[in-house]
């Protein structure tokens, strides 16, 4: 059965710890889908992980729906939200619901995810109202890296918890079916969690959340860039995929590499005509 919206905010009532990981490519969403996780986050992650930007700031609507649309065909369980990339909901509420319009006719997302407190509620309202579900984003929102001056943990002193925890019940009232709550103390994110009858999909933000989100490449050492404290490596997939690429390397220099069993055949008889024909020796 598809995971919905509604599947996720029954998991925070059942205290069923919801699984979320990016994704952005079918293989991959494929066999995260078969692995059992409950939703799949095309981010705009993408920007940075797939195209090597140094940030999110340069992804565009284009990005967003190629990825989404290739997740959304490996994913027969799990929820599909796609992210809405900077400058695409900011300007305006009539751009925020045409371009997560987009994301759900030509992205094929069951949801959609934005960034930001009380300044976006007008468009988590009317999204939602176009029975378009939002997931909210707050803590590090990572469009706002040059306003940080740099990708650090928020909502450390009181001013800036209590900030984050007015942002998140804002959110709600909005109308989101669930926050990611990312880079906050581990103690602020529980109470938010108590606050919130929405669930809460915590990144760098400790145990307590209802959910957890991580960027794959994180998670399997695939990223060369930077990894975040947070990020646990559950394997190390990028050194053996490198121990992949040297053994084909090396078999394709010495010749070894296509052997018997990898070629196709063709009559002994048919090749002894062609090469009496066109051999020029
Ligand atoms: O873009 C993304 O991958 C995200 C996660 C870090 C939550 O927003």
Redesign the pocket.
């Given at each position: 059965m598809k995971n919905t919206v509604v599947t996720l905010q029954q998991q925070k009532i059942s205290r069923d710890k919801i699984t979320m990981l990016?994704a952005y490519d079918f293989s991959t969403a494929k066999l995260m889908d078969d692995s059992g996780i409950n939703a799949l986050?095309v981010?705009?992650?993408l920007g940075m992980v797939m195209l090597g930007y140094e940030d999110?700031l340069a992804v565009t609507m284009e990005d967003m729906i190629h990825h989404s649309k290739a997740v959304a065909r490996a994913a027969k369980r799990a929820l599909v939200v796609t992210?809405m990339p900077f400058m695409s909901y900011q300007i305006s509420v009539q751009d925020a619901l045409y371009n997560a319009g987009r994301l759900v006719k030509e992205g094929q997302a069951q949801a959609v995810?934005l960034e930001g407190g009380e300044e976006v509620c007008p468009q988590i309202k009317a999204i939602t109202q176009a029975a378009i579900p939002v997931m909210g984003?707050l803590g590090l929102t990572?469009q706002s890296v040059n306003a940080f001056g740099g990708f650090k943990v928020q909502g450390r002193d009181e001013e800036a918890a209590r900030r984050i925890i007015h942002s998140a019940l804002a959110v709600e009232q909005a109308g989101a079916f669930a926050v990611?709550l990312?880079c906050v103390p581990a103690a602020l994110a529980v109470l938010i969690s108590e606050c919130l009858t929405i669930p809460t999909i915590g990144?760098g933000a400790g145990a307590g959340c209802d959910g957890q989100?991580l960027?794959y490449q994180d998670m399997l050492g695939l990223y060369g860039g930077i990894t975040p404290k947070f990020a646990k490596q559950f394997n190390n997939v990028g050194e053996q995929m490198k121990t992949g690429f040297e053994s084909y390397i090396r078999e394709t220099k010495s010749g070894s590499f296509p052997a018997e069993e990898h070629i196709f055949r063709i009559d002994d008889a048919i090749m002894a005509k062609l090469q009496r024909e066109f051999s020029r020796a």
């Open positions: 990016t986050l981010g705009d992650s999110t992210d995810k984003h990572p990611v990312e990144i989100v960027v």
